[in-house]
């Protein structure tokens, strides 16, 4: 899919994220304004053949798991 950019406020953002998530993986990028003014950009990342996974936190826990858990063990 051809690269497209977007306006989107934060809230709309925050509000539909899994949404957004969905577009940004078919390659579609967002600017993100607050109050009118940029805040940020969004654009889908180009995966590296050598990323490798190394923990998935939502196996181990629905919904993950919480940072102050895992540094309170390292």
Request: hydrophobic content about 35%; proline content about 3%; glycine content about 6%.
């Amino acid at each position: 899919m051809q690269s497209t950019k977007t306006i989107i406020g934060v809230k709309e953002l925050r509000e539909n994220l899994e949404s957004y998530v969905n577009k940004i993986n078919k390659g579609m990028s967002f600017t993100v304004v607050k109050r009118s003014k940029p805040v940020f950009n969004i654009t889908p990342i180009e995966v590296d053949e050598n990323w490798e996974e190394v923990v998935d936190f939502t196996k181990i826990r629905k919904g993950g798991v919480k940072i102050d858990e895992i540094l309170s063990r390292i």
